[in-house]
């Protein structure tokens, strides 16, 4: 089986403030980390980690950042499909964190940059039974290519719709697994309303107060794992990679075991300064998915 992932590709500085800036204001910060991130690259990385045949599908810019985002995959298992943009600049995220807070700056020139035909170019090999891992940088027409595409070669889908923006209603009938936090369930009309679009399972992220899956069976909740928090960063892509992940290498859906192995790298993740490098590692992943 293999994982196609399309979404964004960015770098993440990170700087520790001691409080948020007021409009007009100058502070100082200190860089806690310099690190590959964007949701596509976070999901696609730790899903590799895994050992799943991974390939991450994802447009940045002919500038630096975007030669830095490659030199830097080049050390992970996954397989890059970087596409360059002529005249756009990579995407990048400028990330603020007080001790227990933080708040993000995502550029996604790039990332809307992605044409519907170079998603259908992406996925051209896959085969039934293949996995789609989408998320909300790309713009709706680029999703909802991928999305038919995956319907057409009898793929499975999970979309993480972060960050949200208007006119996901009519692709949630395309989604086999959405994974949501709490704001993003509200504002999405609930749980039951994304079920009645067409979406068989839905696993909510509640932060510290763990995970759910809600399928046609009924919910299972799943603790999240105690850790000391350092950085929140990347602990929803962390998350939805690992759960997806031990389901498809043990071939069966979603289930208890997922979401425990998901709430363990998850925690590895929040207690380590960085995004992709706070993930597992591949030894790491590996002690996980054998719990
Ligand atoms: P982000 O946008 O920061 O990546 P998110 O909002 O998509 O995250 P969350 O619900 O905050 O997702 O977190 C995803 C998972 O990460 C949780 O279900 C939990 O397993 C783990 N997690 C998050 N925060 C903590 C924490 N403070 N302690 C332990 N685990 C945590």
Redesign the pocket.
């Known amino acids: 089986m293999r994982v196609f992932v399309i979404g964004n590709a960015a770098l993440d500085e990170t700087l520790s403030i001691t409080d948020f800036p007021q409009p007009g204001a100058s502070i100082f910060g200190r860089l806690m980390s310099r690190d590959l991130g964007g949701k596509g690259l976070n999901q696609a990385v730790a899903l590799a980690r895994t050992g799943l045949d991974c390939t991450l599908t994802a447009a940045v810019g002919a500038d630096g950042r975007g030669r830095e985002i490659a030199a830097r995959l080049a050390s992970e298992p996954v397989a890059a499909d970087l596409v360059s943009i002529a005249d756009v600049g990579t995407d990048f995220s400028t990330i603020l964190m007080t001790g227990d807070e933080n708040a993000i700056i995502t550029t996604r020139e790039a990332a809307t940059s992605l044409t519907p035909d170079q998603v259908r170019r992406a996925l051209a090999p896959a085969q039934p039974g293949d996995l789609l891992v989408l998320q909300g940088n790309l713009t709706l027409a680029a999703n909802q290519a991928a999305l038919e595409m995956a319907q057409t070669r009898g793929m499975q889908s999970a979309l993480?719709p972060?960050p949200l923006q208007d006119g996901f209603a009519p692709l949630w009938g395309l989604v086999h697994t959405a994974?949501v936090?709490?704001?993003e369930a509200e504002a999405l009309g609930g749980i039951a309303a994304l079920r009645e679009a067409g979406v068989e399972r839905v696993v909510l992220?509640?932060?510290?107060a763990?995970?759910a899956l809600i399928d046609a069976t009924g919910r299972i909740d799943?603790p999240?794992?105690?850790?000391d928090?350092v950085d929140?960063?990347?602990?929803?892509?962390?998350?939805m990679a690992v759960a997806l992940a031990s389901a498809a290498l043990r071939r069966t859906a979603l289930d208890a075991r997922a979401l425990d192995h998901?709430?363990r790298a998850?925690?590895h993740?929040?207690g380590r300064p960085g995004t992709v490098t706070a993930f597992p590692d591949r030894a790491e992943m590996a002690a996980i998915l054998a719990m």
């Not at 999240?224 to 850790?227: L, R, T, Y």
């Not at 929140?232 to 998350?239: K, N, V």
């Open positions: 993480n972060s994974f936090n709490e704001g992220t509640l932060g510290d763990g995970a799943a999240a794992h105690p850790c928090v929140t960063t990347g602990a929803g892509d962390c998350f998901a709430s998850a925690a993740t929040v």
